[in-house]
C-alpha cells in the first residue's frame, strides 16, 4: 500500500521530466491518481508508463497551446494541440461551466487530445458548481459492434454526475460494454476465463477466453449478444464516437488512436481527423429549477433507491457512485495496493528520471 | 393490413372526439402511427384506447396550456398541463431548436405530461433544422434495479438523432432494460417464455416467464445480471429518470405515473412531483464545425460501420436506425399490420365515438 499522497508527488515528477508545466504536472498526477483512489486501478497510475512511451512517440505534446477553435454562447470546440487529456479535458470542462453560468450550459468537444484518465474526475467538476456534468471519451478499437467481426469502437465511456444536498452526488460511470478491459486483465492474470457476454474470438464466435481480444478477438458491447440488447451496448459507443470524434473533428471509429499501452493494436497509418476525442457538458441546476428544490428533490431519489427491497443475498440496493465512493474512502486511510508489475514500471521511471521511488514508502 | 393513412384518419378522429383541438389531433395522429410505420407497434394505434381511458381517468386534459414555467438561453421548463405527450414533446422539441438556433444548443425539461409516443419522432424534429436531436423520457415502474426486488424504473429510452449528408441519418432509440415490454407481451399472448436476462421473479430471481412481471416480477436493466452489466443499464434508466423527473418537477422513480394500459399497476396514491416528465435537446451542428464536414464525417461514418466484416451467419453491421427504417419503406408501401385484439379495441372506440371503422379498408 502506498499514500495517495506518495504517488500523487511521484507522478508529478514524472509528467515535469517529460516537459509539462508545473501546473499541468500537478493536475494530471491529481486526475491519475484520482483513479486509483477511486478503484479504477486500470487507469491510474498503472498508465504512468503508457503517457512516457506517448511522448516519447512524439504523440504527446508536454507543454501544449490549448485552444477554443470555434464557438457559440453555448458551445466550443477546442483543439488540444497533442496535449495530456488529464489537462486538456479540465480545460475543456472550465469552458462547459463558464458557459453554462452565462447561458445556462456549456458543451464543449474536444480534439487533438489523448486518453484523459477517468471520466468522473472531470464530470465531477461542474458539482462544486451546483451543476451537472457530462462527459465522454472514445477510445482505441477493442469492440465488435452486433454482427461484426472488426473492432469499429473503443471502450466509450459515459459519465453523468448529479448534485444533491445532504445525500453524496449520483455518480454515473461507465463503458458501454458489458466489461472494461481492465476487469479482463484481471483474469487474463490470473488465468481465468470469462463470464458470458463478455468477449467474441477471432471469428466473432462467443467466447471465454480472456485473452481473445489479443487474439484477434474483441469486447462485446453492453447486452453482450444481440438477445440481451448488444445493439443497444453498440448504440450507446457509436453515439459516444460520433459526440468526441465527428463533431469535434477527430478521428473516429476504427481510427481512434490507441493508448500507447495497447501494444497489440497498431496506429492506423491514414487518419480521419485530429488525435483522440472528448465531449464534455455542464449543466446550472438552477437554468430549470430552483438549485434548493432540485437537491432536496435529489436528496429523496436517493433514499428512496437505497431504501428498495433487496434480493435475498444482497445487503442492499447500490446508488450509482457507491461502490467508488466506498473503496476512495478506505484508500484514502489505508493506502493504495500497487501490483508488483506496476511498481517494476515505476522503478524503472524511478532509474530513467532519476526520481526516487523507495519502496520503504510501502505502507 | 392497412394503409397509415387510414389508421391516421380514425386516430385523428378519437383524439377530435376527446375534445383536442383539430391541430392537435392531428399532430397526435401522426406522433402515434409513426410508430407502427417503424415497426414499433407497442407505441402506435396499439395504444390510443389507453389515451381515451387516461382522459377518462381525468388524467389526460385534451386542450391543454402547454407553457414554459422557466428558462435561461439555452434552458427552459415546460408545464405540459396534463396534456398529451404526443403533443407536449413537439412543443418543447420546438423551444430547444429556437434556443440551439439562437445560442448553440436547447435544452427541455417537461413536467407534467404523458405516455409520448417514440422518442425518435421527436428527436428527428431536429434532422431537418441539421441539428442533432436527443430525448428521454421516464415511464411508470416496471423495472428492478440491480440486486432490487422493487420495482423502481420505467423502460426509460434515450433517443439521438444525428443528421449525415448522402447517407440516411443515425437515430438511436433504445430502451435502457434489455427488453423493451412490448416483446414480453408478444412472447405472452404465444405462450413462449423469455431468453435469460429479461426478468425476475417476485422474489428477485433469474426468470424466463414472460407473465413474471404481471405476477410481482420485474423487468431487468440492459446486461441483465451484475455480471454482464446490469448496473450499467440500471445507471442509465436512473440518469433518464433524474433528467426527465427531477428536472423538471415531475414524479420520479417509483412515482411515475404509469400508462392507463398497464392495469396491473397501481398509480401511487402520495405523489412527489406533476405528471410524468420529458427530457429533450438540440444541438445545432456548425456550433461545433461547418454542417457540411460533418455530414460528410458523418457518411464516411456510417460506411464504415456499414463495410465491418460480419461475422458467419450474419449478412451485414446495421447502423442504429436501419431495422426501422427498412420496416418503414415496407409499411408505406404495404400497410401495417393490426393484431385482432387491437383491432377488437378499435371497434369498440369506433361505437362509442360514433366513427365508422371499416374493416374493409384492410388491404
Redesign the interface.
Known amino acids: 500500500m502506498f499514500s495517495h499522497k506518495y504517488l500523487q508527488s511521484f507522478t508529478e515528477q514524472v509528467f515535469l521530466k517529460l516537459g509539462c508545466p508545473i501546473k499541468d504536472a500537478k493536475l494530471a498526477a491529481q486526475v491519475l491518481i484520482s483513479a486509483d483512489l477511486r478503484g479504477i486501478d486500470s487507469h491510474g497510475i498503472a498508465r504512468l508508463n503508457g503517457y512516457v512511451r506517448l511522448t516519447d512517440l512524439k504523440r504527446l505534446n508536454p507543454n501544449p497551446e490549448i485552444k477554443i477553435i470555434?464557438e457559440?454562447?453555448?458551445?466550443a470546440?477546442v483543439d488540444g494541440d497533442k496535449g495530456l487529456g488529464l489537462v486538456v479535458t479540465p480545460y475543456a470542462m472550465e469552458i462547459a461551466i463558464q458557459k453554462a453560468d452565462?447561458?445556462?450550459?456549456g458543451?464543449v468537444?474536444v480534439k487533438n487530445s489523448n486518453h484523459f484518465g477517468i471520466a468522473a474526475y472531470h464530470a465531477m467538476l461542474a458539482l462544486e458548481k451546483d451543476m451537472i456534468g457530462i462527459v465522454m471519451t472514445h477510445a482505441g478499437p477493442l469492440v465488435?459492434?452486433?454482427?461484426?467481426?472488426?473492432k469499429?469502437l473503443g471502450t466509450n465511456p459515459?459519465c453523468?454526475a448529479?448534485p444533491s444536498g445532504v445525500e453524496p452526488p449520483?455518480i454515473?460511470d461507465?463503458?458501454?460494454?458489458?466489461?472494461a478491459y481492465g476487469k479482463l486483465e484481471i483474469l487474463q492474470r490470473k488465468n481465468l476465463s470469462t463470464?458470458?457476454?463478455?468477449v467474441?474470438d477471432k471469428?466473432?464466435?462467443a467466447s471465454n477466453d480472456a485473452n481473445a481480444v489479443k487474439n484477434g478477438g474483441a469486447l462485446l458491447p453492453?447486452?453482450?449478444d444481440r438477445?440481451?440488447?448488444s445493439?443497444?451496448?453498440?448504440?450507446?459507443g457509436?453515439?459516444v464516437?460520433?459526440f468526441c470524434?465527428?463533431?469535434?473533428?477527430a478521428n473516429?471509429?476504427?481510427w481512434v488512436p490507441p493508448f500507447a499501452t495497447a501494444g497489440f493494436m497498431n496506429s492506423s497509418e491514414k487518419l480521419?481527423?485530429e488525435g483522440t476525442g472528448h465531449f464534455v457538458g455542464a449543466?446550472?441546476?438552477d437554468?430549470?429549477?430552483k438549485a434548493e428544490?432540485?437537491k432536496n428533490?435529489?436528496d429523496?431519489?436517493i433514499k428512496?433507491?437505497r431504501a428498495?427491497?433487496?434480493?435475498?443475498g444482497?445487503e442492499?440496493?447500490?446508488i450509482?457512485g457507491d461502490p467508488e465512493r466506498e473503496i476512495e474512502k478506505e484508500r484514502l486511510q489505508s493506502g493504495i495496493p500497487v501490483l508488483p508489475s506496476v511498481i517494476e514500471s515505476l522503478k524503472i521511471l524511478s532509474d530513467r528520471f532519476e526520481i526516487e521511488f523507495d519502496e520503504k514508502n510501502k505502507k
Do not use: C
Not at 72 to 75: E, H, L, R, V
Not at 144 to 150: C, H, N, R, V
Not at 231 to 236: E, F, I, P, V
Not at 308 to 312: E, G, I, M, R, T
Open positions: 470555434h457559440t454562447p453555448s458551445t470546440v452565462k447561458v445556462g450550459t458543451w468537444a465488435a459492434p452486433t454482427f461484426s467481426q472488426d469499429m459515459i453523468v448529479v449520483f454515473m461507465l463503458a458501454t460494454t458489458t466489461a463470464p458470458d457476454g463478455w467474441q471469428d466473432g464466435k453492453l447486452g453482450g438477445e440481451r440488447g445493439h443497444k451496448g453498440y448504440a450507446l457509436a453515439w464516437d460520433i470524434g465527428v463533431l469535434s473533428g473516429y471509429g476504427p480521419v481527423g449543466m446550472r441546476i437554468a430549470f429549477r428544490d432540485f428533490n435529489m429523496n431519489w428512496t433507491f428498495a427491497k433487496p434480493v435475498n444482497h442492499k440496493v447500490l450509482p
